[in-house]
């Protein structure tokens, strides 16, 4: 037997009376099952990075030849390729450094095995894991939306508002079935509301 709180004065009671002990208030069975999905509960479990490595694997190779090619050539033929070629290994230096970092970021999200996000109801917060494990407690009230990463489909980034308004996104990594996501979201939401 489970104890629920009274709507009406919030003490504690059976979940399977019909009325409170202390105030008389009914219990409604849409209270009961309200309290059932505002438990404490996982929302997102975090994936594994799998096709994301092959992406940012296949951009460093690229730009490594890119630039090997670059420094090859100049040095074969002087001062002309040096100046031709430079926009190109531009682009290699900057595709490198941004796979370099998205290959860590992943590594970090492999190694971090708690979950994205989890409701913890005795708070009535949601606990955000980021990609490098750091915790971020907000208020339901202030989650935006959630929404893939521009670079790969299943890096996800969640979007909330900070208390002076701005809005903050958290780089979540790879997180399972994001419709699924998004809709546990909502519903943890909208009973909030009730």
Not at 6 to 12: A, M, S, T
Not at 108 to 135: H, M, P, Q
Request: glycine share 6%; hydrophobic share 45%.
């Amino acid at each position: 037997m489970a104890m629920i709180k009274c709507p009406e004065c919030g003490k504690e009671i059976s979940d399977k009376s019909l009325m409170c002990m202390n105030c008389g208030c009914p219990i409604k069975k849409d209270d009961q099952d309200n309290k059932k999905t505002l438990e404490s509960h996982v929302i997102a479990y975090r994936s594994s990075p799998g096709s994301v490595v092959a992406i940012y694997i296949v951009g460093l190779i690229l730009s490594l030849i890119i630039i090997i090619a670059y420094v090859s050539l100049g040095i074969a033929f002087g001062e002309t390729v040096w100046l031709g070629m430079g926009f190109f290994t531009l682009i290699a230096i900057f595709l490198l450094v941004i796979c370099t970092f998205g290959f860590i970021r992943v590594g970090a999200n492999a190694a971090n095995k708690s979950d994205c996000i989890r409701y913890d109801a005795s708070n009535c917060k949601f606990v955000l894991c980021t990609v490098w494990g750091k915790e971020i407690i907000i208020d339901p009230s202030d989650y935006v939306e959630l929404k893939d990463n521009f670079f790969t489909d299943n890096m996800l980034i969640f979007t909330y508002r900070l208390p002076s308004g701005r809005l903050k996104k958290v780089n979540l990594g790879p997180c399972l079935d994001r419709d699924l996501l998004r809709a546990r979201i909502s519903k943890v939401i909208d009973n909030l509301k009730k």
